[in-house]
């Protein structure tokens, strides 16, 4: 079973910064591409920012020149950074672990970690 474990949230002013961590013990971590979603109550969960396991990367719309996702295959671990942090880009946000086997997706989640973003 894949174990997602995300770290780093918590509360920040608008326009501050953090990091989130998520590390697995997996050893198909490096073969698999990786996420950030986010979600707040009564909303659907949503992609944040996606890296594949050879290193590209994309973004939704709404955070893009703000935030940067990243990984390190020698520690198993992917990295959100935020910055300019808005109170809209206050949710829970979620790691993320897509195994593809052909044409299929197995998907992993974290328990989630709170970003709250308030003066």
Same mark, same amino acid.
């Given at each position: 079973? #894949?174990?997602?474990?995300? $770290?780093?949230?918590? *509360? #920040?002013?608008?326009?501050? $910064?953090l990091?989130?961590?998520?590390?697995? $013990?997996? =050893?198909?971590?490096?073969? $698999?591409?990786?996420?950030?979603?986010r979600? #707040?109550?009564?909303?659907?969960?949503? *992609?944040?920012?996606?890296? =594949?396991?050879?290193?590209?990367?994309?973004? /939704?719309?709404?955070?893009?020149?703000r935030?940067?996702? =990243?990984?390190?295959?020698?520690?198993?671990? #992917?990295?959100l950074?935020?910055d =300019?942090?808005?109170?809209?880009?206050?949710?829970v946000?979620?790691?993320? *672990? /897509?195994?593809?086997?052909?044409?299929?997706?197995?998907?992993?989640?974290?328990?989630?970690? *709170?970003?709250?973003?308030?003066?």
């Amino acid at each position: 079973q #894949v174990q997602l474990v995300e $770290s780093g949230g918590g *509360l #920040v002013q608008p326009g501050g $910064s953090l990091r989130l961590s998520c590390t697995t $013990s997996t =050893s198909i971590f490096s073969i $698999s591409d990786m996420g950030w979603y986010r979600q #707040v109550p009564g909303k659907q969960r949503e *992609l944040v920012a996606g890296i =594949s396991s050879g290193g590209n990367t994309n973004y /939704a719309d709404s955070v893009k020149g703000r935030f940067t996702i =990243s990984r390190d295959n020698a520690k198993n671990t #992917v990295y959100l950074q935020m910055d =300019s942090l808005k109170p809209e880009d206050t949710a829970v946000y979620y790691c993320n *672990l /897509a195994r593809r086997i052909t044409t299929i997706i197995i998907n992993y989640w974290g328990k989630g970690t *709170l970003v709250t973003v308030s003066s």
